[in-house]
């Protein structure tokens, strides 16, 4: 005869599906796996981009130009055009910037910038013009963006932006959280890649004016009067532009290690004077 064993009812763990690992490591965890991911994602789109944009004719960019300028508009200006043919006519003769048609717009935009497009095309902002106090200045800020041709900066921005936009929609879909965070990585990453890209646009600009004016008067000028205006430095941490004192700074080492001259600069144009 057999013996019946009882049957003792135990009650379940609660806590089996629960992970034993605080919320806060794994929250961790899981945004420095994200950071590796936009720094291996951006060191690829920089190795693709840099090595497509070196076979780019720049005949292919003149099919952007009319798209590109239609995104910030302005009028082709007489005053900013006839300093960039003064600029381009000290560029060396086997200097890619002669395969570009050089244009300078004036754009109404109280912002202080100036940005280079594909094909050649240079916009001004009007809030830039109100800023400089002399022909030199204004030149030195064409020769920089012309520096930024020189150095195809434009389209590698461009290339990174395409990228990068669609690599984390296949990642993580076009409207994820996941997406603008990873997003939001890479812009930082970005930020310190054009900062390089401006400061070595900025030493092409130097030298530019210097050999268009035979002196670095009103080279940093510009920049001082920034710096005046914005002295903090901390919005400029992730900013595509170095602070003006950085600038400034690096300005003035290589006009002395060139041992650049400095001398009185020319007056605006009374046609710029009216933008301001």
């Not at 690992?21 to 690829?44: D, Y």
């Not at 930024?148 to 990642?171: N, Y």
């Amino acid at each position: 005869m057999q013996s019946k064993i009882p049957f003792i009812a135990r009650s379940t763990d609660d806590t089996v599906n629960v992970s034993r690992t605080h919320p806060l490591a794994e929250l961790f965890w899981m945004l420095g796996g994200l950071v590796v991911l936009c720094g291996i994602i951006f060191i690829a789109l920089g190795i693709i981009t840099d090595l497509v944009v070196a076979r780019v004719p720049v005949k292919v960019e003149r099919a952007l130009r009319g798209i590109a300028l239609d995104q910030y508009g302005g009028e082709r200006h007489p005053a900013l055009n006839e300093i960039a043919g003064n600029l381009l006519a000290q560029v060396p003769r086997d200097s890619p910037l002669h395969d570009y048609e050089i244009n300078v717009y004036l754009m109404e935009n109280e912002e202080i910038n100036a940005v280079a497009l594909p094909g050649g095309n240079i916009v001004v902002f009007t809030g830039l013009v109100a800023q400089v106090e002399s022909e030199n200045e204004l030149a030195m800020v064409l020769a920089h963006e012309m520096g930024h041709f020189t150095h195809r900066d434009h389209l590698r921005g461009l290339g990174r932006g395409l990228g990068l936009a669609v690599i984390v929609s296949l990642l993580f879909g076009p409207d994820s959280t996941a997406s603008d965070l990873v997003s939001g990585s890479l812009l930082s990453f970005q930020a310190h890649y054009s900062q390089d890209q401006e400061a070595a646009a900025d030493r092409y600009g130097l030298d530019l004016l210097v050999r268009s004016y035979g002196h670095a008067g009103g080279s940093i000028d510009f920049f001082e009067r920034l710096a005046a205006q914005h002295p903090d430095r901390l919005p400029y941490l992730f900013a595509s532009h170095p602070h003006p004192d950085a600038r400034i700074a690096a300005l003035k080492e290589r006009i002395d290690s060139y041992g650049y001259p400095s001398q009185e600069t020319i007056p605006l144009d009374s046609a710029l004077y009216d933008v301001r």
